[in-house]
């Protein structure tokens, strides 16, 4: 391993397991240091990445300054106001070889936007149907290209669906869709796919990403303005993908043009 | 008196609470299912962690095999473990479920791998 003294930003669940696996390659993992005020990690992980082996989590808190030549020797930190801007005074000097950050990731998108394909704004990554085709008939895209995921199982199964998607559109077995929109609101961050064939002959599973951490709410899905679904969660945040499944029955009564929200509702 | 945790058996993170009394497990609280009962009682007697690592191969495909404990292992022994494991050195091929090391540090749990890899 090239460091031993270590400072990670970043506390996600990345993060966490970053800590625990340095610590296990037998590095000293000084801090986890968060910007917000709360990990966006799950619970078990703070418990057993960084409790486990005594290693310090700041939140509210980030990197100012790093400091050496040729190889890191120090990072600087300071606390952050509620706006993340960091508050004069607090800054705190921290000996340390590596600084190792874990501070979200972005789809890779050269190819996806090389080809012209429209990009969702939330997502940052392509818009697509219920095979994950894009605009491009011929076209899909899958994994973290098209949205980061938290669970390497999500990839799996979304892999299986553009593979099949592709299969079909090779085979010639595509009949011209006529697409219904999905839109998540009131605290639904993005939905993948973004549209659905309403025509199709199977159930559709749509995933979706919240705001925020929510405890005991309700998930409900409407289509058209009908609510098709209500479910309540014991809890939501925005680190855990989650997924409703839409019948083929219902999306085959639904008009071309229509509309699938999700939302969530606080109790 | 009583103890506080957070449940690690699931990705829900329950919060636990254990009553104990003169060395006894008297009640637990806060739990959703049946492992959340055995994680707490088994954290206040005997905590034990799964382990998941890399173990070096010598003539392989890929120069590491990801690895775990095929059982929990005794959270005070899971540095001393990790640092057993970064000591050996396996050779290709290596199966799925193929034991890496028998009976780590005197536990009775092996190490197994979690992947495969060809020789090089």
């Not at chain 1, 190819?111 to 394909?117: E, K």
């Not at chain 1, 085959?252 to 229509?258: D, Q, S, T, Y």
């Given at each position: 391993m090239p460091g031993r003294k270590v400072v990670i930003l970043g506390s996600g669940d990345i993060g966490l397991i970053m800590a625990r696996r340095m610590t296990f390659e037998g590095a000293e993992v000084k801090l986890v240091c968060e910007l917000m005020p709360y990990s966006s990690g799950l619970t078990r992980n703070i418990v057993q990445c960084l409790n486990d082996f005594n290693i310090p989590l700041r939140l509210s808190c980030t990197v100012v300054g790093v400091h050496g030549k040729e190889r890191l020797e120090g990072v600087t930190i300071a606390n952050v106001d509620e706006t993340r801007k960091p508050i004069p005074g607090t800054e705190e000097y921290i000996e340390c070889d590596t600084l190792l950050l874990s501070v979200g990731l972005i789809p890779e998108n050269e190819?996806?936007?090389?080809?012209?394909?429209t990009l969702d704004r939330v997502t940052n990554g392509p818009v697509v149907n219920e095979y994950r085709e894009t605009e491009l008939p011929g076209v899909f895209a899958c994994g973290n290209v098209l949205h980061v995921h938290d669970l390497v199982d999500y990839v799996t199964l979304e892999s299986q669906i553009a593979g099949e998607?592709?299969?079909?559109?090779?085979?010639?077995?595509?009949?011209?869709?006529?697409?219904?929109?999905?839109?998540?609101?009131?605290g639904v961050r993005y939905v993948v796919p973004q549209h659905v064939n309403r025509k199709s002959e199977s159930d559709v599973k749509l995933y979706f990403r919240v705001g925020d951490v929510y405890k005991n709410a309700r998930v409900k899905v409407s289509c058209a303005g009908k609510v098709v679904s209500d479910k309540k969660k014991p809890k939501l945040a925005p680190g855990e993908m989650e997924n409703v499944i839409i019948k083929a029955?219902?999306?085959?009564?639904?008009?071309?043009?229509?509309?699938?929200?999700?939302?969530?509702?606080?109790? | 008196m009583h103890k506080d945790m957070v449940c690690v058996a699931c990705p829900l993170g329950c919060s636990l609470t254990v009553e104990i009394e003169d060395d006894k497990i008297i009640a637990v609280s806060g739990n959703t299912c049946k492992r959340g009962d055995a994680y707490a009682r088994s954290e206040v007697t005997n905590p034990t962690r799964s382990l998941t690592s890399t173990v070096k191969v010598c003539n392989g495909k890929c120069p590491?095999?990801?690895?775990?404990?095929?059982?929990?292992?005794p959270k005070k022994l899971l540095i001393d473990c990790a640092r057993e494991l970064s000591k050996i050195e396996v050779r290709a091929p290596i199966k799925i479920g193929d034991v890496i090391l028998h009976n780590i540090l005197g536990t009775g749990v092996d190490i197994i791998a979690t992947n495969c890899t060809r020789e090089k």
């Open positions: 190819l996806s936007r090389g080809m012209g394909l998607g592709a299969a079909r559109y090779i085979k010639g077995e595509v009949q011209p869709a006529e697409y219904v929109k999905t839109k998540g609101i009131n029955e219902v999306l085959n009564a639904m008009k071309p043009g229509g509309e699938i929200t999700i939302q969530v509702e606080a109790i | 590491v095999i990801p690895v775990k404990s095929a059982r929990p292992l």
